[in-house]
């Protein structure tokens, strides 16, 4: 939590409609829709204010406390509870007989309990319980390219991009880092495509449409017109598009063009080359971000075995799921927090219950 949002904590995302609000959720939205309307954003953004986090609502819809600091976030959950904390106490296997529950710490104590939440993103203990774990992967990481003439550019914010890998395609903002691509889009594409992804050891190829608003027809037609109005002028000097600098001439070069070449000069076959790199721009991606830099995971209990009314397992009475342990993850802004909030929530109230 003390890290999320760069250590400002986006709690959760601004909601007018829960069946849309879960098509963030490449996994786990459908079953998330009857819990949202009991505990879902609206709720949650109460229950934080009410305790003493005034939040604020950004343009792109994304919440965070007024202070920016998640630690507020933090202190308002520790002073509502009154459960016992127990820190560096590794859980080595849960064991359930005669309607109790044992639970083993690594450091051989024993703890024993009628009722069980499991809330961690996962461990060798929840293999002894019974339940289906789907494969858990990472979701939500950056692409690195063997492309350095494109990580030359570091830096680079391109507003509205179009990539996609195969069938998936996603659009939003892309950065250019010293490694690779990153923002928005890279990091939707990456959590809708995690198992595809993790299949190919993350070496593929991302295909991007540095102008999606336009067609390549119609960005050809103005590289036509370009060359009609400014044809002693060199090609590199200026993005007739709206394209950095840097970024321009390095699409120039993809497409076989000397910068130098004046307008007048460039072959409608050039330019077609061009408006093609433009629109099609193929980048190898040979790996992921490093593994201390994911925060989301794909994968875990698999949803079929548990009960969305109390987040109780199908499986075995009194044993409870929430959070990031339930195959479950959810897009940037807020999204996966919030479901956590949800089944944290809804677990809570039905281990309550006498």
């Not at 003390?2 to 879960?22: A, K, Q």
Request: charged share 25%; glycine share 10%.
């Amino acid at each position: 939590m003390r890290v999320s949002g760069g250590g400002r904590c986006n709690l959760t995302h601004e909601c007018s409609d829960i069946r849309e609000f879960v098509k963030n959720y490449p996994r786990g939205g459908r079953e998330l829709i009857g819990p949202f309307y009991r505990f879902g954003p609206i709720e949650t953004i109460e229950w934080f204010e009410s305790h003493g986090v005034p939040l604020v609502t950004l343009d792109d819809g994304c919440l965070f406390p007024k202070s920016d600091s998640s630690e507020d976030v933090i202190n308002a959950l520790l002073k509502t509870m009154t459960a016992e904390i127990r820190t560096n106490s590794e859980v080595f296997k849960i064991f359930q007989y005669l309607e109790k529950f044992e639970v083993e710490l690594a450091s051989g104590d024993r703890l024993s309990c009628k009722k069980i939440l499991v809330a961690t993103g996962g461990g060798a203990f929840i293999e002894g319980l019974g339940h289906t774990i789907e494969p858990c992967v990472p979701s939500l990481f950056t692409f690195n390219t063997s492309d350095k003439e494109l990580a030359s550019l570091s830096g680079i914010v391109v507003k509205e991009v179009c990539v996609s890998v195969g069938k998936l395609r996603v659009a939003g903002a892309l950065l250019i880092t010293h490694s690779g691509v990153s923002g928005p889009a890279v990091l939707r594409l990456s959590s809708l495509g995690a198992r595809t992804l993790a299949e190919t050891n993350y070496r593929f190829k991302v295909k991007i449409n540095w102008l999606p608003a336009q067609s390549e027809k119609e960005i050809f037609q103005t590289l036509e017109k370009q060359k009609g109005t400014s044809p002693k002028k060199q090609v590199g000097t200026w993005s007739p598009l709206g394209l950095s600098s840097r970024h321009w001439k390095l699409l120039v070069a993809r497409a076989g063009i000397d910068e130098k070449r004046e307008w007048g000069g460039c072959s409608s076959k050039a330019l077609r080359q061009l408006a093609a790199q433009v629109s099609g721009f193929v980048l190898p991606i040979i790996g992921k971000n490093r593994h201390r830099e994911e925060f989301v995971t794909c994968g875990g209990i698999r949803l079929k075995e548990v009960n969305f009314q109390t987040l109780e397992s199908r499986l075995i009475s009194g044993l409870y799921f929430a959070g990031e342990v339930l195959d479950i993850d959810a897009l940037t802004g807020g999204f996966n927090l919030q479901s956590a909030w949800t089944t944290g929530h809804l677990s809570a109230l039905s281990l309550a219950e006498i």
